[in-house]
């Protein structure tokens, strides 16, 4: 279950991405721009800010994430992303950090080139970050007793790739598009105890969350603790690095 404090924990780091991502989108005066995986909408909130004339489609999987949203304000619903549809006065659909949760985003993000009208924008970021020390920590420490029955079938990938740049570049080229395709690892500086569990606590570690109890959770997190500092030291000033790579792809489709 999606926790929308949780998540918002690190919001200045997280969004970076975000900003970033929308630099790159060149659309001047949409119609409807589309927020595919909202989250709490504190982001989607930018989107209006910055094409104050156009209608702000905001929709998430989450009931949490939906409802936080709502609460600042943002008209979002819940919506599968698997199944959405873009309306025809769709100009701008921007996906941050949510399609590494769809093992099928490659074809859906074809499949909206298709449906999308020429000079349409798509942009998405997806952390590429699997193979990380992080991650690795709470594989090995989830095929471990007494966790291990509980947590054998959690998708720790998610069961989607993330694909190097050159990859979505080829496929939205081939769909008829222009394509900018990148990486970035972002060093981010954080502070705290344990910053890096209490990051990875709202994102990667939620498939743990839902399938253990309180105490269960409370134990793995202890155990997970010394694991993470050894991949991540603190800094005599209080500083933990904890790099972060990110895929970003932004394509405007093409004239058929």
Not at 55 to 76: F, Y
Not at 110 to 128: D, E, H, T
Not at 138 to 158: G, I, S, W
Request: charged share 25%; proline share 8%.
């Amino acid at each position: 279950m999606w926790d929308p404090d949780v998540y918002l924990a690190f919001a200045d780091q997280r969004a970076r991405p975000f900003y970033d991502l929308l630099s790159w989108v060149g659309a001047e005066r949409p119609r409807r721009v589309v927020d595919l995986g909202c989250g709490p909408g504190n982001l989607t909130l930018q989107l209006a800010r910055r094409w104050p004339d156009a209608v702000i489609e905001a929709l998430d999987n989450s009931p949490e994430m939906v409802a936080a949203a709502r609460e600042r304000g943002v008209d979002a619903s819940v919506t599968d992303l698997r199944s959405w549809t873009p309306r025809r006065d769709t100009d701008v659909v921007l996906s941050n950090a949510v399609l590494q949760w769809v093992p099928e985003h490659p074809e859906l993000m074809v499949r909206w080139a298709g449906q999308l009208a020429a000079g349409s924008w798509i942009a998405a970021q997806m952390p590429g970050n699997f193979e990380t020390p992080s991650h690795a920590a709470v594989r090995a420490l989830a095929r471990r007793e007494p966790y291990a029955k509980a947590l054998r079938d959690v998708p720790f990938r998610v069961g989607a790739v993330v694909h190097p740049p050159a990859y979505y570049a080829e496929l939205l080229m081939d769909a008829g598009c222009s394509v900018d395709a990148w990486e970035t690892t972002y060093l981010h500086q954080l502070r705290g105890e344990h910053p890096v569990l209490d990051w990875i606590s709202g994102t990667a570690l939620l498939p743990v969350r839902e399938r253990l109890s309180d105490a269960e959770w409370e134990r793995f997190r202890a155990d997970l603790i010394p694991l993470l500092a050894d991949a991540y030291p603190t800094r005599p000033d209080g500083i933990t690095f904890f790099p972060f790579r990110r895929v970003f792809v932004v394509a405007q489709v093409g004239a058929r």
